[in-house]
């Protein structure tokens, strides 16, 4: 890995900037592609914008930049597209600064000894060439003092290609059609790659793929990614149908594995919707999230009970002299655990009156019938 480092001015890398859909974003004359497949979409804030060219007009130094060599007469910005992209929104107007005596600033409107100080302004850039392991490796390595680069971000980086980039149009963008569809199914933030995660993680499962690392591998030269988009319909299409009244315990639920394991079957949606009020009212279900994967599969380990306190098991213990009611044979306090001799299905409840104490085998063996 050749690492060299280069004083570039602004003026030079706001010449030919271009941030448009179709084209990219590029600079330096446009041979700089400063969101190349791999780099995270824009987080910074107006404040964090602005905060990078107060330090530009004071003469303060910015961090290091690294930009890869694609070839003789071409780059990718490995780390700093938040700065480079706040410097050249500035100077194409896409934001202000605000100065306590002078006001709203916009560059148009900086004295010419400050437009020729931003100009001037000289940047640290690394350039760096190698493998495209070794600047993946390399990029690791510079985003761990900042904003560290998510794994599904490195995933993008490692397989780019049009399957990455269609997938990324459908699930990490702000407003994304994901979003539109299922902001209130998913977890996290679509611009941060959380849906791209989650629905390559379903899918890779659903083909019977451990990693979802060898799956995008399989998939990396997909001129689209049709079949992702489509499957992801498919399951909310299916959870939207399946379960007709919306409560906040849906989000973030496992719904790929659930449509894989249930979605061929056909459920009275109605009764589904009055057993789940049912079990959303009982106060022994502690995890109301797991109620939706009971009613379908039946399976009390997808529930999550009321459990005893230690005045109710200590009393139970008490009550039983250590001696466990199935085996009859003695234990300590801490060799045992508390079970619900009438248990849940039944009517029974997290009471003293309900409990007792098994030793860790018979509870084991009770646990499994």
Known sequence: MKVEPVSIKISDIVDGYVNDPEIGVRGFGGKLDIRPPYQREFRYDVKQQQAVI???????????????????????????????????????????????DRGTLYFSTLTSDEKRKFLDYELTVYFCSGTDKEKLDWFRVINIAGEKLLDQELLNAVYV?????????????DGCPAYKMANDLLNGVAKEQAYLSTILKWCARHDGITKVDDYMAQHQFDPNANKLWAYFV???TWVRSTFTKYRKEMKG???????????????????????????????EIMKKSGIYRYVLSGELRDL????????????AYERQQGICPHCGKHFE?????????????EGGTTVAENCQMLCRNCNRIKGAK
């Open 333 to 345: 306090l801490d060799e045992m655990e508390a079970d619900h001799i009438t248990p849940w299905k």
């Open 161 to 173: 290609g049009p399957f990455v980039t269609d997938a990324r149009r459908h699930f990490s963008k």
């Open 54 to 100: 107060n330090t530009i007009l004071k003469g303060f130094p910015l961090n290091i930049m690294y930009w890869s060599e694609v070839n003789e007469d071409s780059y990718e910005m490995i780390d700093g597209q938040q700065r480079t992209l706040s410097i050249c929104e500035f100077f194409t107007h896409g934001f202000n600064i605000e100065d306590k």
């Open 234 to 236: 498919s399951i909310i």
């Open 253 to 283: 639920l496992d719904w790929g594995e659930m449509f894989d394991k249930f979605g061929d079957v056909t459920y009275d949606t109605d009764a589904l919707e009055r057993q789940i009020h049912d079990l959303m009212e009982d106060d």
């Open 304 to 315: 999550s009970f009321r459990t005893f306190d230690k005045k109710q098991k200590r009393e």
